[in-house]
């Protein structure tokens, strides 16, 4: 099965309402597609968004990594020759995780399909159903609190909140959205960088002493800031879950080698896909962490690689995969099915993509 084509296209896809986070607000999905062609006739899909504020990765970066560096550096290839050509595309230049995630999407997706096996089974096979948390953006205490329970009657048992932004409202933003929701559901909130280390503690051991029960705090301090991050980690009771600050499986170790964090959350845009997605499960075995397995505002090409992945080890115990629920429509035929909170995968051959819909095209 040699690569003979790949195209890059893009899509655009309206969100229900829209995504507010301490880093950024958008309102659509607008992400590159790439679809590998082989000379068997099959194709594999990959998708990258564009989200500069935490991977640095614009548009105009990932077309221009795909076009002038990855996509010459494997055409031609076996997909049976498949570690050689992951070692090609980590050598194609470095950085540009997400440009590298939508190759290595499309390279797996194929990878299954020559072995006529599903993804998830290929990695594992640990379930075949996987339940998500869903998002509420970050708004004025009423608002978030109106949007929770709109998310229970939904049927989500878990809510991620967003926190971080105007960081003297976020106590406030949970007392609201616990007094509003009561105790059955698991709160877990994301401050996407916005405090400063004693700033977070202070914060943080508020809610502690209010008993507002939050699961854990995902990325409360800045990226770089592992010393802060440990900081945080040492002086609350709250777990805390590292996010930006971890891309590759170095930032991992490096993570966990100084107990900067309780957990990781995986996300194949931050990796460069599940190639290295995989080497983070096995680093965190070793040491014991669970982790959690996240999305950028995507929809549900790449998605639904991140869902087999999920499915398969079973050391991810947490999901955030809630890029397409979060969409109005959903260009993709085939695939998981993504019915809320429940995520349930086929057993067709590799990611089980039929066709997208609605690509424009840009080459
Ligand atoms: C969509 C997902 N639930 C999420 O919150 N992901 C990111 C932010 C993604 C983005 O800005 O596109 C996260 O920080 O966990
Ligand atoms: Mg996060």
């Not at 050689?84 to 440009?99: F, G, H, P, Q, R």
């Not at 059955?184 to 508020?206: S, T, Y």
Request: glycine content about 8%; overall charge negative.
């Amino acid at each position: 099965m040699k690569i003979t084509n790949i195209r890059i296209g893009e899509i655009s896809v309206p969100l229900k309402t829209p995504f507010k986070t301490a880093l950024r607000t958008v309102n659509s999905v607008e992400d590159i597609i790439v679809e590998i062609h082989t000379d068997t006739g099959n194709v594999g899909y990959g998708e990258a968004p564009p989200t500069g504020v935490i991977t640095g990765d614009t548009k105009g970066a990932i077309i221009g990594a795909l076009k002038d560096h990855i996509i010459k550096s494997i055409i031609g290839m076996d997909i049976e020759n498949f570690e050689e050509i992951m070692l090609k595309l980590d050598k194609s230049l470095v950085k540009n995780t997400s440009a590298k995630a939508a190759i290595d999407i499309a390279l797996y997706d194929l990878y299954g399909q020559l072995y006529n096996a599903p993804l998830y089974k290929m990695l594992g096979g640990y379930k075949k159903e996987i339940i998500t948390d869903v998002t509420i953006s970050v708004n004025d205490p009423e608002e978030m609190a109106k949007d929770s329970l709109d998310a229970i009657r939904r049927g989500f048992d878990t809510l991620k909140i967003k926190v971080g932004k105007d960081a003297s409202m976020d106590l406030e933003r949970m007392k609201a959205i616990r007094n509003a929701i009561g105790y059955d559901v698991k709160l877990r909130i994301d401050a996407n960088q916005g405090w400063k280390p004693k700033e977070a503690v202070k914060i943080l051991r508020k809610m502690e002493d209010t008993g507002l029960d939050i699961e854990f705090v995902e990325q409360p301090v800045e990226a770089h800031d592992i010393e802060g991050l440990k900081y945080v980690t040492d002086n609350i009771s709250i777990p805390v879950l590292a996010d930006e600050s971890v891309f590759s499986a170095k930032d991992a170790l490096t993570i966990l080698q100084n107990r900067a964090a309780d957990y990781i959350n995986i996300k194949l845009m931050k990796t460069g896909g599940l190639h290295n997605a995989l080497k983070i499960c096995s680093i965190a075995e070793v040491y014991g962490v669970e982790c959690m397995i996240g999305c950028m505002l995507e929809a549900k090409v790449s998605v639904n690689a991140a869902v087999h992945l999920a499915a398969a080890k079973s050391i991810i115990t947490k999901i955030d995969l809630d890029g397409p629920v979060l969409c109005s429509e959903d260009p993709v035929e085939g695939g998981a099915i993504f019915d809320e909170f429940k995520i349930t995968l086929n057993d067709a051959p590799g990611l089980g993509i039929k066709k997208v819909n609605g690509i424009r095209y840009l080459d």
